[in-house]
């Protein structure tokens, strides 16, 4: 199994900074790599697949990037809507596999 | 807009059985993968089950292999889940997700549907 290591559980961000988020796989995955947000009682949304590519209707502020075995999710000017958690998960392989999640908190 | 709306969640005792289902619609079903995905209090996601489009191949993790069984209504679109011999580590709310089409990730997400396993 490909095991996901997300870095860090969480941050705290002010208004307008930049963050990153970090995920190592235990394996190559190519770039099969999505980053999802989740808030409070609501569902995931998917932000970035294939490692880098946005999702249709998320904002540009999100990018991705990384190969291999790291990857990393940027998250610049941030607003007071980023606050929630964010998980990476590849889909290389079976079984699919999440990282444990990186709470973002906007200060 | 696509729409997934779980449904048949609930109080089940250790052992017994529970079956999820997921309406589909407002996209063309029978193109899509479909998934589920759950996530117990306080915790983080975990894959559940995957279903080909024409319901032939199935995926599941070590962790559900042999008591949960995905399967699909194309003529209906829906989705649903058999869940047996219930643990009480089954305890999470239930996502039904559609799969993008450039790779296993999850596009659309329903609501969710809770399941506690508990005597």
């Known amino acids: 199994d490909i095991q996901m290591t997300q870095s860090p559980a969480s941050l705290s961000a002010s208004l307008g900074e930049t963050i990153s988020i970090e995920c190592l796989t235990s394996g190559g995955i190519s770039n099969y790599l999505a980053w999802y947000q989740q808030k409070p009682g609501k569902a995931p949304q998917l932000l970035i697949y294939g490692g880098r590519s946005l999702q249709d209707g998320v904002p540009s502020r999100f990018s991705g990037s990384g190969s291999g075995t790291q990857y990393s999710l940027k998250i610049s000017d941030i607003q007071p809507e980023d606050e929630g958690i964010y998980y990476c998960?590849?889909?290389?392989?079976?079984?699919?596999?999440f990282g444990s999640g990186t709470k973002l908190e906007i200060k | 807009e696509v729409q997934l709306v779980e449904s048949g969640g609930g109080l089940v005792q250790p052992g017994r059985s529970l079956t999820l289902s997921c309406a589909a619609s407002e996209f063309t079903f029978i193109h899509y993968y479909m998934a589920w995905v759950r996530q117990a209090p306080k915790k983080g996601l975990e894959w559940v089950a995957t279903i080909s489009t024409s319901g032939t191949t199935t995926y599941y993790p070590d962790s559900v292999r042999g008591r949960f069984t995905i399967s699909r209504d194309n003529a209906k679109s829906s989705l649903s889940l058999q869940m047996n011999s219930l643990k009480s580590e089954d305890t999470a709310t239930y996502y039904c997700a559609r799969r993008h089409t450039r790779g296993a990730f999850w596009d659309y997400w329903g609501q969710g549907v809770m399941v506690t396993v508990s005597s």
């Open positions: 998960q590849q889909g290389y392989t079976y079984p699919l596999t």
